[in-house]
């Protein structure tokens, strides 16, 4: 269009400026290039410099006051229009004069300065193409996304730095707690608590994160109604930019808790439980994503309770207190639909299994036991192959994107709408929604 090609050309900038705001400030005000004042129901009452503008405005309602403030003046001239009562007033000199914005439109239009405006209209015709803007891919979005969350998610400590000293520190607390863990069969029940906390500690440090992330997702919707990305790259940005920070905390755990309570020595053994422990963590972060959807208003208070809940449901049918074979048959298939099921046997041989532990008799002999044996005792099911434990992991990737994926769906629903007008037809509506959100 013209004004596209003069305003490239001229280097244009717009400034919105409100009675309370530029209008206000005769400093601010007087800074400007060029103006544009508009009239009731969009008339145009004038275009050009602010010089111009108060010889037009003078030309018309007469000199201003010494000393007047020239914003109040023709913010007011414009301003002051009613449908029954069309009229300006500006006194000076114990005289009124009365334009409507129609009037006010109409003098401008014939005016010398509505002739620069069109005459320099209609050189931006004659202006070369102005070069076309590349928009942003999907991925550039993602990729723009993810850098700024990983930026945010570092300046803000509430983010996942919180979460990441809470780690470290129960990672203090239990390794001290299972100090030099003796491996004979009268210490299995310290054992056994140890692996419990290693289950424990993942899925609750990672609720202090449900305030910072209800924060993220009311920014996240403001996003989505600016049209500056859809709900899929959002989502999917999110994650990404989570992982190192979700990695961290299971590295700040993990390291102080294995080598104090020195539950098992092979370094193949320790990466293992902090990619078990990561995976943990990010089942639990978008089990906490989806609870701040189902909850009223995603109100954070309620959503940490739920998450409270849900994560004790978790332990429940993982196996650790009751085998899936001692539940009822109306229960035990519930262990198979949890993740922490898969946490768990994951961690009991991976911690457990490769040890040998000593068992005293009474008579004072003392045997050499496998980790294998304990297990039988310990698991309610014991991995024969060593590959078999690194399944539990590619399990507990699949719940990540189970989750995510009803994540997804939760949130496109609620705010889809947002942003949108309200007068479409509803068939147009859905369709355009579905066509721009996903």
Request: proline letters at 3%.
């Amino acid at each position: 269009s013209a004004l596209r090609r003069w305003g490239y050309h001229k280097r244009l900038n717009l400034c919105h400026a409100t009675d309370h705001g530029v209008w206000g400030a005769i400093q601010v005000f007087l800074i400007l290039d060029d103006i544009v004042l508009l009239g009731s129901h969009g008339f145009l009452a004038f275009s050009g410099s602010i010089q111009a503008a108060k010889n037009h405005f003078e030309d018309l309602l007469g000199e201003f006051p010494s000393g007047a403030n020239v914003a109040d003046i023709l913010i007011e001239a414009v301003s002051n229009d009613t449908e029954h009562s069309p009229a300006v007033r500006v006194q000076n000199q114990q005289r009124e004069s009365r334009y409507s914005s129609a009037a006010l439109s109409e003098k401008f239009n014939a005016s010398a300065y509505a002739l620069a405006l069109a005459k320099s209209l209609s050189e931006a015709f004659e202006q070369e193409e102005v070069p076309s803007v590349a928009h942003p891919s999907a991925g550039q979005r993602v990729q723009t996304l993810v850098s700024k969350m990983i930026v945010y998610y570092y300046r803000d400590p509430s983010a996942y730095w919180y979460q990441i000293l809470v780690c470290f520190l129960c990672g203090l607390f239990s390794g001290s707690l299972y100090f030099q863990l003796d491996r004979t069969t009268d210490m299995l029940l310290e054992v056994s608590g140890a692996v419990f906390f290693v289950i424990w500690v993942p899925m609750y440090a990672t609720i202090v994160n449900i305030p910072a992330q209800c924060q993220e997702r009311r920014e996240a919707q403001q996003g989505f109604c600016n049209d500056q990305y859809t709900i899929t790259q959002w989502c999917a940005a999110q994650f990404v930019a989570s992982l190192p920070y979700q990695l961290m905390a299971a590295a700040a755990f993990m390291t102080p808790f294995f080598w104090l309570s020195s539950i098992n020595d092979g370094g193949t053994q320790f990466a293992y439980q902090v990619l078990m422990t990561w995976m943990l963590m990010t089942v639990m972060s978008a089990t906490d994503l989806l609870l701040i959807e189902l909850v009223p208003d995603a109100n954070a208070m309620l959503a940490v309770t739920v998450a409270v809940m849900v994560t004790a449901t978790y332990f429940l049918y993982a196996g650790f207190f009751l085998h899936a074979s001692e539940m009822p048959a109306y229960l035990g298939w519930l262990v198979w639909t949890v993740p922490t099921s898969y946490g768990f046997s994951g961690s009991l041989n991976n911690l457990i299994g490769g040890n040998t532990y000593l068992s005293t008799l009474g008579d004072g002999t003392v045997l050499q036991l496998s980790g294998e044996n304990v297990l039988d005792n310990l698991a309610s099911t014991t991995y024969t192959n060593e590959c078999r434990k690194w399944v539990d992991i590619v399990i507990l990737v699949g719940f990540v994107g189970a989750l995510r994926s009803i994540h997804w769906i939760f949130f496109w629903k609620h705010t889809r709408s947002l942003g949108r007008p309200l007068t479409f037809p509803k068939a147009t509506f859905d369709k355009d929604c579905c066509r721009d959100t996903c």
